[in-house]
DNA sequence: CCGCATCCTCATGGATACTG
DNA sequence: CAGTATCCATGAGGATGCGG
């Protein structure tokens, strides 16, 4: 992308993450660190070519950084704190959107992974008293809790119902929540969804993983 | 732009704002909602096919409207309430972009009235104490002094010398105080600037007109 | 397999000219 | 003044190739 050609904040800031894929890039990289193939499963739609390219650019930049796993030559892109930093402006726009989100998936593909940075956006971005919160969740006659803190969210199921459900359906309701300019204490709501434990797992221990 | 096809809070954000020159269209009505001629003029670089098709993407996206002022047909646009929302990610792109602009302004272009909405990121978006700031600064030996409160910037001059000077070097001294992590409080620095001053006045009268 | 590079097609952006 | 129309350059998207 060209330069703005502007001695402004905002215009510099877009010079470098402005073109398209990259701040989607940097939610891929604010999730956990990850290797090509995991970014182009992550980012559905990317053209190969096109990543490769972002990921230069983002290097060179100073907002990505290549870590070689001591085993072979298995390459692992990860955000520098710099590039960490844009987690603010990121967690701003998700807060914005959440108007956009209440129409539904509508036909959008959804990655629950998604939701890590999602989720911290809105739960930990409202003014006011920021202890934590308890949200409950029906699904299908049966109870789950997801409990956030100030470091974030994390799921945690009372039953054997599996934590994708869970995940998904907290997205719904968070996202409810806040569209409706509510509080964040002790709410429930009904969603209907089935999901793979296996991978939400996952996606939550790597979530807490530092960089 | 098309639309990155994703159930996620950012990519919908950027299905919206995220088409080149978008963002900036929003930052020339954070500091005050405009005429055509004049986004054309703060947008140095912005073909007017582009700003048409973008002001009429914002307006059907309901980030921008456009009012119809009762003299003749003089259209001017505005943010819509959830447009100026856009505020908080805004300004968290530009606090994040503070390494980019110690290198000066290089030969980009430079407009007195981006700092309206630079100078609020700025010292407004900082964690801790938040009371007002005082930051003085010396031009060609001469004083002056930049009062900020909660609620913005305002400009003082205990000189006869042109506001445009003191806006300007403001912008070094702040960069430079956020890139090095300082407090805000009675700070001095040097910058020698030339400037305009009815120009400067203009936008800033018009800064703290509500949209 | 993974991590890209090449090639091609087509949509979008940029600059300028033009019009109500 | 407030845009539209036009033309050309650039970049996105998709398929494929290729070395490790």
Chains 1, 2 share one sequence.
Do not use: K
């Not at 402005?18 to 290797?35: E, F, M, S, T």
């Not at 390459?75 to 956009?100: D, F, H, K, N």
């Amino acid at each position: 992308m060209r330069s703005y050609g502007q001695y402004c904040g905002l215009a510099r800031a877009l010079d470098v993450v402005g073109d398209r894929w990259n701040l989607l890039v940097v939610r891929q990289l604010l999730i956990a660190p990850a290797r090509y193939r995991e970014l182009l499963d992550g980012l559905p739609g990317v053209a190969t070519n096109l990543l490769a390219d972002r990921l230069r650019d983002l290097e060179n930049a100073g907002v990505v950084e290549r870590r070689l796993a001591e085993e072979g030559s298995a390459v692992v892109y990860a955000l520098t704190p710099w590039g960490a930093g844009l987690r603010e402006p990121i967690e701003g726009l998700i807060r914005w959107s959440t108007p956009l989100m209440t129409r539904g998936p509508d036909g959008d593909r959804f990655d629950a992974a998604w939701l890590v940075v999602a989720l911290r956006a809105l739960l930990s971005g409202r003014p006011g008293p920021r202890r934590s919160s308890a949200i409950g969740i029906a699904v299908d006659d049966r109870l789950f809790q997801v409990l956030t803190g100030p470091g974030g969210a994390e799921v945690e199921t009372h039953d054997g119902r599996t934590l994708d459900a869970v995940v998904r359906a907290e997205a719904a309701i968070v996202l409810g929540l806040v569209a409706g300019a509510l509080g964040l204490d002790d709410v429930a709501g009904l969603v209907d969804i089935e999901g793979d434990e296996a991978a939400v797992r996952e996606i939550l221990q790597r979530a807490h993983r530092p960089h």
